[in-house]
T-cell receptor
Framework: EPEVTQTPSHQVTQMGQEVILRCVPI?????FYWYRQILGQKVEFLVS????????KSEIFDDQFSVERPDGSNFTLKIRSTKLEDSAMYFCASNGPLNTGELFFGEGSRLTVL | QKEVEQDPGPLSVPEGAIVSLNCTYSNSAFQYFMWYRQYSRKGPELLMY????GNKEDGRFTAQVDKSSKYISLFIRDSQPSDSATYLC?????????????FGAGTRLAVHP
């Protein structure tokens, strides 16, 4: 069964460092997302991406964050200068084709900022 | 008022019980309703989705949507210890294209043998 894969599963970084989280969405999907879940809290929307552009972003997704689809399979989330409060699980998700709304999530990347 | 409200539990039931999980919402534009199961430190796993109102059944799981009351439910029949997880409701005004989901807080369920 096709699945969304994410790497790394866990990353520990120092405050102020840049991190890149990687995702391979399901191959025929068209819409890609990043969500975040701080420990013990809700899953929160960060950004959606379609046709090499951001469709929508939340207020959490400030200038420290960026997304990219560098090739036909990978989808990345970059945090330029990490803060302690960026510590969370980051989930990639995808859906498609056009009128299928079911989002499939990856297993997540746990980011710990020290 | 929160957009999506979900009782965090925990909910503890004996094996074989019928479990009822619920969410309420305030945004009348929501019409796409989903239930995810999440094991500890894992990604949300899609269980069921319904579009607009009505019921949907899949094996031991039944999803119900009552748009007039802004209330959705997930029923689990013959619950098993392996059903122990956090159940997340999620919803959106999706009508095609990208689908920005708003999640509830999740209900922790424990099914004991």
């Amino acid at each position: 069964e096709p699945e969304v894969t994410q790497t790394p599963s866990h990353q520990v970084t120092q405050m102020g460092q840049e991190v890149i989280l990687r995702c391979v969405p399901i191959s025929n999907h068209l819409y890609f997302y990043w969500y975040r879940q701080i420990l013990g809290q809700k899953v929160e929307f960060l950004v959606s991406f379609y046709n090499n552009e951001i469709s929508e972003k939340s207020e959490i997704f400030d200038d420290q964050f960026s997304v990219e689809r560098p090739d036909g399979s990978n989808f990345t989330l970059k945090i330029r200068s990490t803060k302690l409060e960026d510590s969370a699980m980051y989930f990639c998700a995808s859906n498609g084709p056009l009128n299928t709304g079911e989002l499939f999530f990856g297993e997540g990347s746990r980011l710990t900022v020290l | 008022q929160k957009e999506v409200e979900q009782d965090p539990g925990p909910l503890s039931v004996p094996e074989g019980a019928i479990v009822s999980l619920n969410c309420t919402y305030s945004n009348s534009a929501f019409q796409y309703f989903m239930w995810y199961r999440q094991y500890s430190r894992k990604g949300p796993e899609l269980l069921m989705y319904t579009y607009s109102s009505g019921n949907k059944e899949d094996g031991r799981f039944t999803a119900q949507v009552d748009k007039s009351s802004k209330y959705i439910s997930l029923f689990i029949r013959d619950s098993q210890p392996s059903d122990s997880a956090t159940y997340l409701c999620a919803m959106s005004p999706f009508s095609g294209g990208y689908n920005k989901l708003i999640f509830g807080a999740g209900t922790r369920l424990a099914v004991h043998p």
